[in-house]
C-alpha cells in the first residue's frame, strides 16, 4: 500500500525538497491513487498512496498527529488496527480518521518503541517527533515491506525502494564486493542490510534503526523466531500438529481481508494458493475472484498449469480469470520487470507476476498470495538431506547445504569475474556458517529452514511479490508470512515437515480443505518458458547488454567465461536449474536500467 521516503539532515541545513519530490516521483506506480509531502526542522517526508483502508483524504500521508507532536510515511497494511484502536481509545486517545496510518501513531506514543510487537501486519515506516526530532525506521518482522537507505556525514535518505533513492543523487554506486559474491554464489540472494550498490543498504527484517537528536544512528532487532521444540508441545501427535497449523493459517487468511476494497487472490494450482482459497471460501468469501497466468510452451517445455488452477476454481466457485500471456508480451514485459526490481532478481517467475499483477490489478487492489509456504514448512528438495547423519554437525549442515543451494564455487566464481571483483575468504560461505551457528536452531533442517525464513524468502520470493505487484499499484498479502504461523511452524518437529515429499504437516491439513488432485500433483511453479530457454530475441537482448560499451566500461565479468557461455547459452545450470547466462545478464541488465554506470569497482 503505498511508497514513503525521506531525509534527515545530519548537518544543521535543511532537507534538499527536490530530492525527495524526485525519489517520491519515482514511486508513482506503487502509489497511484494521491501524492503528499511535509517537511519541518531537519526532515522530509514523500509519500505516494494506494487507498486501501480509509479511502478519504482523512487517511492521506504523510499523516501528523498535532497533538501528539508525530508524522508518519509509511508503507503496508496493519492487520489489526481496529483491536488496537479500541485498545488506544481505552487509554483516552480520539482518533480523526478510520485509518490504520493513525493507529500507528497513537500506539507509538503509548508503547514507544516496543508498539512493533503490538502488530499484525507488513510495514516499512518512518516516525518522526516534532520535539525531539528524533525519527524512527522500522521494518515488519519478516521483511514483506522494504525499506533502504543511503547516509554519508550530512544525511540519511531512505526509501521503499532503491531506485527511487537513485532519483535522490549523491548515491554511491559502485558495487559491493561482498554483495556481488552473494549474487554470484547464494543464488543471487544477497542478505540484509547489503545490496549490490555500496551506497545503498536495506533495514534489516524485525528491525528498528533510530536516528537519534544527535545523529547516532542506533539499530536494534525486535524478533527472532526460535526453532527448537517446546517443552509444552512435545507430546502434540500429529493430528494435533495438523489442528494447529490449520487453525492458524485460518486467522491468517481471515485476518488480510481487512481492507475497505475488495480483496482477490492468485492462484496458482499449487497446494498453498489452493489451500489459501479453499480457506477464504470457508470464511464466506462468495464469489471470490482469482486469477491463474500462462505462457505459450517452448519446446518441451508447459507454459501453464490451469488444470490445478481449474480444479480449484470449481470446487469453490470462484470467479475465476485465466490469464494467457503470448510471446510477443515478453519481450517487452521483461523491460518493465526489471525497471521495476528494487535490486537484481535472477527468478524467471519476476516478469510472470509482473503481467499477472498488470491483469489482476484491472480488477481488484488487494490479493492473497500463497509465497512462503516450502520455505516456512520445508517444500524445497534440499531439506530432507538436512536430515541425515552427515547434516548433524555444524560443518556438515554448511556442506550440505553448499553443494544443494549454492550456484558456484570459489573457482567458478574466480574464473567468472573480471580481476579485482572477487571478494576474499568466501563472504557467501561465511555468512551460512554463522547463521547455522546462531543459537535457536539445533538440527541441519531448523538450521536451513531458519536461514530461509530470514534470508533467502525475504530477499528472493517475499522481495519479488512487492516489487511486482506495487508496479501496477496492487497490495500482495502473504499469510503464509504471518508471524504467529511462522513461530508455530518453527517449532514443529523437521520430521513432521519434510514427510510426504515435503510441506507434510501442511498437505495433511489441507486434505480437508481442497481437493487431493492439487495436493498429490507433482510440485509446480510459475513456467516461464521463453526464459528458461534463451533463444531468438531473449538471447539477442542478453547478448545487447553483455557486450554494450557501458558493460564494457564496467568491466564486471570475464571476457573469455562472456563468451563461453554465448557460445552454448543454456548448457550451464547451476545446481537449482538456473541459467549461468541469465545471471550475469540480468545483473548487467539492471544496472543499465537503473542508470548505474561507469566502472564498478
Known sequence: MCGATGEVRLDGRAPDLAAVAAMTAVMTPRGPDSAGAWSQGRVALGHRRLKIIDLTEAGAQPMVDSDLGLTIAWNGCIYNYKQLRTELQGYGYRFFSTSDTEVLLKAYHRWGDDFVSHLMGMFAFAIVERDSGR????????????????????????????????????????????????????????????????????????????????????????????????????????????????????????????????VGCLLSGGV??????????????????????????????????????????????????????????????????????????????????????????????????????????????????????????????????RGAFFDRDEAGLAALLAGGYLAQGDPSLRFVTEHFAQAGAETGIDRALRLDTMVMLVDDPVKRVDNMTMAWGLEGRVPFLDHELVELAATCPPELKVA?????????????????????????????????????????????????????????????????????PNGRLTPLRGNELWQIALLELWLQRHGVTGPAA
Open 500 to 568: 510426504h515429499g515435503g510441506k507434510g504437516v501442511l498437505k495433511q491439513a489441507a486434505r480437508r480443505v481442497i481437493p487431493s488432485e492439487v495436493i498429490d500433483r507433482p510440485k509446480g511453479y510459475f513456467p516461464v518458458p521463453a526464459l528458461t530457454h534463451l533463444e531468438g530475441p531473449y538471447l539477442d537482448m542478453v547478448r545487447d547488454a553483455l557486450f554494450s560499451p557501458v558493460a564494457k566500461e564496467r568491466g564486471l565479468f570475464d571476457t573469455g567465461a562472456v563468451d563461453a557461455l554465448l557460445a552454448d
Open 135 to 262: 525519527v524512527l525506521l522500522g521494518r515488519d518482522r519478516l521483511g514483506i515491506k522494504p525499506l533502504y537507505i543511503t547516509e554519508d556525514s550530512h544525511r540519511v535518505r531512505f526509501a521503499s525502494s532503491l531506485p527511487a533513492l537513485l532519483a535522490g543523487g549523491g548515491v554511491d554506486t559502485r558495487i559491493d564486493h561482498v554483495a556481488l559474491h552473494h549474487y554470484m554464489t547464494f543464488h543471487s540472494v544477497v542478505p540484509a542490510p547489503a545490496t549490490i550498490l555500496r551506497g545503498v543498504r536495506k533495514i534489516p527484517p524485525g528491525s528498528l534503526l533510530a536516528i537519534e537528536p544527535d545523529g547516532r544512528r542506533v539499530a536494534s532487532t525486535y524478533w527472532l523466531p526460535d526453532f527448537t521444540r517446546h517443552e509444552d508441545r512435545a507430546g502434540w501427535s500429529e493430528r494435533d500438529w495438523e489442528d494447529a497449523v490449520l487453525s492458524s493459517l485460518r486467522t491468517a487468511v481471515e485476518r488480510r481481508l481487512v481492507a475497505d476494497v475488495p
Open 272 to 401: 498453498d494458493s489452493s489451500l489459501i482459497v479453499g480457506l477464504l471460501a470457508e470464511a464466506g468469501q462468495h464469489g471470490l475472484s482469482t486469477f491463474s497466468i500462462g505462457f505459450e510452451s517452448a519446446g518441451d517445455i508447459k507454459g501453464d498449469e490451469f488444470q490445478y488452477s481449474d480444479i480449484v476454481a470449481k470446487r469453490f466457485d470462484t470467479d475465476h480469470h485465466q490469464i494467457r500471456i503470448g510471446t510477443e508480451r515478453m519481450l517487452p514485459a521483461l523491460d518493465g520487470a526489471i525497471g521495476a526490481m528494487s535490486e537484481p532478481m535472477v527468478s524467471h517467475d519476476c516478469v510472470a507476476f509482473y503481467l499477472l499483477s498488470q491483469e489482476v490489478a484491472k480488477h481488484v487492489k488487494v490479493v492473497q498470495s500463497g509465497q512462503g509456504a516450502d520455505e516456512v514448512f520445508a517444500g524445497y528438495h534440499w531439506y530432507p538431506p538436512m536430515g541425515e547423519p552427515a547434516a548433524a554437525t555444524l560443518e556438515g549442515a554448511v556442506n550440505q547445504y
